[in-house]
């Protein structure tokens, strides 16, 4: 309306730029549909755009294996759940708005943090806030039971996403690969069913 406005006024380059402002923000917030495959072990990103690294860490004592993924402002950026889960836990931590990409934002960044435990174990998901997103909404909580490939919510403009999962799943993505959410899959756990939510308080054995 404000580009056809100004149009209709004369105002050339104020109609360009506000047609180029408004396509850019319809873009930013599309959201496609994306089919999981079929595998029942494969955890699936939770987020489009790179992988920027793949660490080992410790989380609460426990070894964990981290894939950080940099979403840039043209990215899709709604995420999704990288297994089927119940959500256990859900942290806001503030922050600094440091470059997403740097590998300091995992611990310095403002980012929301959520749990979901699983048939692969628990897995972290790490909504990392970036130079120009300033919002982070997630829109579950804690006793959510979430499929793998649901949309859990999204970080507005450039910003991360990191998932930390147990060590003894195969890692299926490198640094430097582009990953779509809730289709590409980063990592098989081997005889775990993921497709399966398990019960509050339960672990699936495999079997």
Same mark, same amino acid.
């Given at each position: 309306?404000?580009?056809?406005?100004?149009?209709? %006024?004369?105002l050339?380059?104020?109609? #360009? %730029?506000?047609?180029? &402002?408004t396509?850019?923000?319809?873009n930013?917030f599309?959201?496609?549909?994306r089919?999981?495959? +079929?595998?029942?072990s494969?955890?699936?990103?939770?987020a489009?755009?790179?992988?920027?690294?793949?660490a080992e860490?410790?989380?609460?004592?426990?070894?964990?294996?981290?894939?950080?993924?940099?979403?840039?402002?043209?990215? /899709?950026?709604?995420?999704r759940?990288? #297994?089927?889960g119940?959500?256990?836990?859900? #942290?806001?931590?503030?922050?600094?708005f440091?470059?997403?990409?740097g590998?300091?934002?995992?611990?310095?960044? +403002?980012?929301n943090?959520?749990? &979901?435990?699983?048939?692969?174990?628990p897995?972290? !998901?790490?909504?990392i806030?970036?130079?120009?997103?300033?919002?982070?909404?997630?829109?579950?909580r804690?006793?959510?039971? &979430?499929e793998? *490939? =649901?949309? #859990?919510g999204?970080?507005?403009?450039?910003s991360?996403?990191d998932v930390? &999962?147990?060590?003894? !799943?195969?890692?299926?993505?490198?640094?430097?690969?582009?990953?779509r959410?809730?289709?590409? /899959?980063?990592? !098989?756990? +081997?005889?775990k069913?993921?497709?399966?939510?398990?019960?509050?308080?339960a672990?699936? *054995?495999? =079997?």
């Amino acid at each position: 309306m404000i580009a056809g406005g100004a149009l209709a %006024l004369g105002l050339y380059p104020a109609a #360009v %730029l506000f047609l180029i &402002l408004t396509l850019f923000i319809l873009n930013f917030f599309r959201d496609p549909e994306r089919t999981p495959p +079929e595998h029942p072990s494969a955890i699936v990103s939770p987020a489009d755009g790179r992988v920027v690294q793949i660490a080992e860490e410790s989380l609460a004592g426990r070894p964990v294996r981290r894939v950080s993924i940099f979403m840039s402002p043209v990215d /899709v950026h709604v995420n999704r759940a990288p #297994v089927s889960g119940t959500v256990s836990e859900v #942290v806001y931590q503030k922050g600094r708005f440091g470059i997403a990409s740097g590998e300091r934002a995992s611990a310095e960044n +403002e980012q929301n943090v959520f749990t &979901l435990e699983s048939a692969a174990g628990p897995v972290v !998901v790490r909504q990392i806030a970036g130079l120009l997103a300033r919002r982070i909404v997630f829109w579950k909580r804690v006793g959510d039971r &979430l499929e793998r *490939g =649901e949309r #859990v919510g999204l970080i507005k403009f450039g910003s991360r996403v990191d998932v930390l &999962l147990e060590v003894a !799943v195969d890692l299926r993505v490198k640094t430097g690969d582009r990953v779509r959410a809730g289709s590409t /899959v980063l990592a !098989v756990a +081997e005889g775990k069913d993921v497709t399966r939510t398990p019960a509050s308080g339960a672990q699936d *054995g495999g =079997e």
